[in-house]
T-cell receptor, first 113, second 113 residues
Framework: DQQVKQNSPSLSVQEGRISILNCDYT??????FLWYKKYPAEGPTFLIS?????DKNEDGRFTVFLNKSAKHLSLHIVPSQPGDSAVYFC????????????FGKGTRLHILP | NAGVTQTPKFQVLKTGQSMTLQCAQD?????MYWYRQDPGMGLRLIYY???????DKGEVPNGYNVSRLNKREFSLRLESAAPSQTSVYFC????????????FGPGTRLTVT
């Protein structure tokens, strides 16, 4: 059973507009959430994270929002740029349980010129 | 400082053949991981090692063995390759106790015919 769900396999956004990628989780024990970005033929790279004690974390053009009651998080990219075209993975973990991260299936973001 | 390196980059095997995928990291991290990525399936954990001398199964360990040779190296072995093991394999490393930000290698693309 999938514990981290990214229900949109792909998303297309005009350059300069806001990209919103969504993620849902089922395990209420998760208390740390991450987003990874992956380009073709490369390994994933860490993008941004958020602890469950916060509801928002911002890093430049990237902001992650966490809604614990809905078990939902989202990644906002503003403004979207061509280099943002990639696959984005949502991931979740339980702090101090073990060293494992559970990944979603990913959303492919296309930034249109 | 190469981060996480993987060899080989590409490999084609016949069903029943064996091979070892190599991974090395120069970041002095304790925890290391092997994932596979299949279309529409995201990243699935095969095995991980929280520290030198310890290994644990992940979500999809069947058909694989691992060796944590030393702190730097974590290898993944396919004893008798099957077409279902056709995938892209990623190795990752992280600081023990802070597993959230994992550093990934560039991947090994394996095809089993």
């Amino acid at each position: 059973d999938q514990q981290v769900k990214q229900n949109s396999p792909s998303l297309s956004v005009q350059e300069g507009r806001i990209s919103i990628l969504n993620c849902d989780y089922t395990n209420s024990m998760f208390d740390y959430f991450l987003w990874y970005k992956k380009y073709p033929a490369e390994g994933p790279t860490f993008l941004i994270s958020i602890s469950s004690i916060k509801d928002k974390n911002e890093d430049g053009r990237f902001t992650v929002f966490l809604n614990k009651s809905a078990k939902h998080l989202s990644l906002h990219i503003v403004p979207s740029q061509p280099g943002d075209s990639a696959v984005y993975f949502c991931a979740a973990s339980i702090v101090n349980r073990d060293d494992k991260i559970i990944f979603g299936k990913g959303t492919r973001l296309h930034i249109l010129p | 400082n190469a981060g996480v390196t993987q060899t080989p980059k590409f490999q084609v095997l016949k069903t029943g053949q064996s091979m070892t995928l190599q991974c090395a990291q120069d970041m002095n991290h304790n925890s290391m991981y092997w994932y596979r990525q299949d279309p529409g399936m995201g990243l699935r954990l095969i095995y991980y090692s929280a520290s030198e001398g310890t290994t644990d199964k992940g979500e999809v360990p069947n058909g694989y063995n691992v060796s944590r040779l030393n702190k730097r190296e974590f290898s993944l072995r396919l004893e008798s390759a099957a077409p279902s093991q056709t995938s892209v394999y990623f190795c990752a490393a992280s600081v023990q106790g802070s597993p959230y930000e994992q550093y990934f290698g560039p991947g090994t693309r394996l095809t089993v015919t």
